[in-house]
């Protein structure tokens, strides 16, 4: 069966410290991934979604970047991060033929 | 631009109760449509979708809801909820053929044993 990792669990971060928050997903091949930000009372953002290797599509500009190194490994970056990049971050999977998407446990970053 | 609204952000109801989630969605072309629930504690998952055909579609635990197209809207609901539903509920809209899933703000749920 599928299964979707992330991590850290958590995080708590400087403003201007860089981020990395890794996602990889077992069990499927050349899945769609995408990373969102859920924030309270906001509902989930689709920062980013990536159809294959090297492919990432970005949904809203901002200090945020994504990158797909291999085939199931999903990464989210930031150089330098601002207050306003603190959230709970999503990643989620869907396959090609289907529509659904699964998500992950989530990230919670805090930004002091 | 696409956008998905839910209108009951917190419901607050008794075991038996019935339940209705409003959700609409602006968009004029074909859409593939959802439901997902966060357990407290839990990922979120899926709890029901519609792509096309009945309008009526049945989902885990109870669930159903009901896709109008002339109103935009596919509402949740369950004929008597128990206190194990209690949840945040996510309806969200997928534009057929494309990559982009837009969600609403969420409806907390909490159901008084």
């Known amino acids: 069966s599928q299964t979707i990792h992330q991590w850290p669990a958590t995080l708590v971060q400087p403003v201007g410290s860089p981020l990395s928050l890794e996602c990889t997903v077992e069990?499927?091949?050349?899945?769609?991934l995408y990373w969102y930000r859920q924030a309270a009372g906001r509902g989930l953002q689709l920062l980013f979604y990536s159809v294959g290797i090297g492919q990432i599509s970005s949904e809203v500009p901002q200090n945020l970047s994504a990158s797909r190194p291999q085939d199931r490994q999903f990464i989210l970056s930031s150089k330098k991060l601002l207050l306003s990049d603190s959230g709970f971050y999503l990643c989620?999977?869907?396959?090609?033929?289907?529509?659904?998407?699964?998500f992950g446990p989530g990230t919670r970053l805090t930004v002091t | 631009a696409q956008s998905v609204s839910q209108h009951n952000h917190h419901v607050i109801l008794s075991e038996a109760a019935s339940l209705e989630l409003g959700c609409n969605y602006s968009y004029g072309g074909t859409v593939n449509l959802f439901w997902y629930v966060q357990y407290p504690g839990q990922h979120l998952q899926l709890l029901l979708k519609y792509f096309s055909g009945d309008p009526l579609v049945k989902g885990i635990k109870g669930f159903e809801a009901e896709f109008i197209k002339s109103k935009f809207s596919f509402n949740l609901r369950k004929p008597s909820v128990q206190w194990s539903d209690t949840a945040e509920y996510f309806c969200?809209?997928?534009?057929?053929?494309?990559?982009?899933?837009?969600f609403g703000t969420g409806t907390r749920l909490k159901v008084l044993a």
């Open positions: 989620a999977w869907s396959g090609l033929a289907e529509y659904e998407q699964y």
């Open positions: 069990g499927t091949s050349n899945p769609n």
């Open positions: 969200a809209v997928n534009a057929a053929g494309t990559y982009k899933y837009i």
